[in-house]
């Protein structure tokens, strides 16, 4: 489902069977449910989409003719379009990651949007399929689930810990944006997020019950250390675009070595201003 024509296919399983109305109602509302607000479809990049995507519908007809597609093939391309043409912010991304990783409950607004069970499914897709082609190469290097975009986002999941999302437009000769990645792989290794890590797993140890007071000043901890990871983030944004961005404006290509260079070497000061809380 983490690629065209499995997407395609799973838009043609929402139900109700027939209804197109219906069937884009579910998917808003689930993503909006995902991301803790709306959102709404960039009409713009919407006809564009629709006037030329030869190759979807090529797809769309195949799967039917394999018996893989459930519902009307032209209504289903035409919601994975729409879906693919939905606007959303680096925020909302991140918060849906989140809410990925916190088991189907959205840290915001704590809407139960999935059933738990479904967190490990997910994860597991994106941690075998999210990046195209290099999918292999990322888990490699970061040890993070994550799925990534044409549009420049990406958007990783620690099961039980958080959910991280950067963007920015430059990608790769694989679909994936150059400095989202950068900046993410930059945040797992200094925090010791990489899942398959031993260290990573006692961040998500049980821990015993707490009295309300140590709860009250733990909450007041992690409101701290969210605000500092924010500013991480755009930190290493930042420094990646200073690094690489004279070179991509000028119409380099992002996978030249001199650009990866560059971009490695992010400010190793970065994270001393924001020391985890004890």
């Known amino acids: 489902p983490l690629v065209n024509a499995g997407a395609i296919s799973a838009c ?71 879906q693919c043409s939905l606007g959303i912010t680096a925020k909302q991304l991140a918060v849906m990651a989140a809410t990925i990783a916190n088991c189907g409950t959205n840290p915001v607004t704590w809407e139960e949007v999935f059933h738990p ?82 260290a990573r797993v006692e961040l998500a140890a049980a821990e015993p019950a707490a009295e309300p007071a140590v709860l009250a000043d733990r909450d007041a901890k992690t409101r701290l250390h969210r605000t500092a990871a924010v500013q991480i983030v755009d930190g290493v944004l930042r420094r990646i675009e200073l690094a690489v961005g004279t070179e991509l404006r000028a119409g380099a290509d992002p996978d030249a070595a001199a650009i990866e260079e560059r971009a490695a070497h992010v400010d190793e000061d970065l994270f001393a201003q924001f020391d985890p809380p004890a």
């Open 12 to 82: 043609s399983m929402i139900k109700p069977t027939g209804n197109a109305e219906a069937k884009w109602k579910a998917i808003v509302d689930f993503i909006s449910g995902l991301c803790g607000s709306k959102v709404s479809v960039l009409d713009e990049l919407y006809r564009s989409e629709s006037e030329t995507n030869f190759n979807n519908r090529s797809i769309a007809w195949l799967l039917k003719n394999y018996n893989r597609i459930y519902d009307d093939p032209d209504m289903s391309l035409d919601l994975y379009t729409r």
């Open 117 to 198: 069970n479904l967190t490990p499914h997910i994860a597991s897709l994106m941690a075998t399929v999210g990046f195209y082609e290099h999918t292999g190469d990322w888990l490699f290097n970061t040890g993070l689930p994550a799925k990534t975009g044409v549009g420049g986002g990406i958007m990783a999941v620690i099961p039980g810990v958080m959910g991280l999302a950067a963007f920015a437009p430059p990608l790769d000769s694989a679909g994936n944006s150059v400095k989202a990645q950068k900046a993410l792989e930059y945040i797992s290794v200094r925090l010791g997020l990489n899942i398959f890590s031993p």
